[in-house]
C-alpha cells in the first residue's frame, strides 16, 4: 500500500497535535479472546471513557471472530469505538497500551497470538502516519472483517484515508468464508 507521506506535525511534550488543541476523531480496535472476552472490552470502552482527554462518541455492539493468522486459539471478541480526543495520535497510543498493561496483559510470543487486550488505533481523522511505533491508517484493517464489520456497525461512510474506499465497501470486498465474524447475543 502506498501510505504517502508522515504526517509529523506533532508537540512530542504535551502529547497534543501542534493545532491548539483541536478535537480529533479516531476509531479504536478492541478485541480479546482470554479471560472474560466480553467483559475485558467492555471494560476497555469503560476505561477509554473515563481517560482524560478521550470521549467515546460511539460504540459497536459486540462481535464474535474467528482467528486470523494463528488458528489454534479461541475465538475472539471484537468491537470498535469511536472516540474524540485532544490527544496527537502517538498520545493516544500511550494511552492504549496503558490500558492493555491494567488488563493484565502479557504477550505469548506468538504473533496474532492469544491476548486479554488488544487495543489498535484505525483511523486518526484522515492523517497517514508511518513510523516505527505506529502507523495509521492500521496497515491491516482493510484485509479484517473483525474490524471492518463493527466499524461499519457504527460509520460505514468513514473513508479510509489511503485507498480511498468505506468501511463498507472495503468490508464487502472480503470474502465471509475465510474470516468468520458473528454480532454476539448482547
Ligand atoms: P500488537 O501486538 O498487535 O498489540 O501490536 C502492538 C504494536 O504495534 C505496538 O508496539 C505499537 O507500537 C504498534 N503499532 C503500530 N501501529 C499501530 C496502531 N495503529 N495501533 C496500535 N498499535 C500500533
Not at 3 to 24: L, P, T
Request: proline content about 4%; charged content about 30%; hydrophobic content about 40%.
Amino acid at each position: 500500500m502506498n501510505r504517502g507521506a508522515a504526517v509529523k506535525n506533532f508537540e512530542a511534550d504535551s502529547g497534543r497535535c501542534a493545532d491548539g488543541g483541536a478535537v480529533h476523531r479516531a476509531y479504536i480496535s478492541i478485541g480479546s479472546n482470554i479471560g472474560d472476552r466480553a467483559a475485558n472490552c467492555e471494560r476497555a470502552i469503560l476505561a477509554l471513557d473515563s481517560a482524560s482527554g478521550v470521549r467515546v462518541a460511539a460504540r459497536s455492539r459486540l462481535f464474535l471472530s474467528e482467528p486470523v493468522g494463528y488458528a489454534d486459539q479461541r475465538w475472539f471478541v471484537n468491537a470498535v469505538v469511536k472516540v474524540e480526543t485532544t490527544f496527537s495520535p502517538f498520545a493516544l497510543l500511550g494511552v492504549l497500551q496503558g490500558l492493555e498493561r491494567d488488563a493484565g496483559r502479557k504477550r505469548s510470543g506468538i504473533r496474532f497470538g492469544p491476548r486479554t487486550l488488544d487495543l489498535d488505533i484505525v483511523i486518526f481523522d484522515d492523517m497517514i502516519i508511518d513510523s516505527d511505533g505506529l502507523e495509521i491508517p492500521h496497515p491491516r484493517m482493510h484485509e479484517r472483517r473483525f474490524v471492518l464489520g463493527p466499524l461499519c456497525d457504527i460509520d460505514p461512510r468513514v473513508v479510509h484515508p489511503v485507498l480511498k474506499k468505506t468501511a463498507r465497501q472495503l468490508y464487502d470486498a472480503l470474502s465471509e468464508d475465510e474470516q468468520k465474524i458473528l454480532v454476539r447475543e448482547q
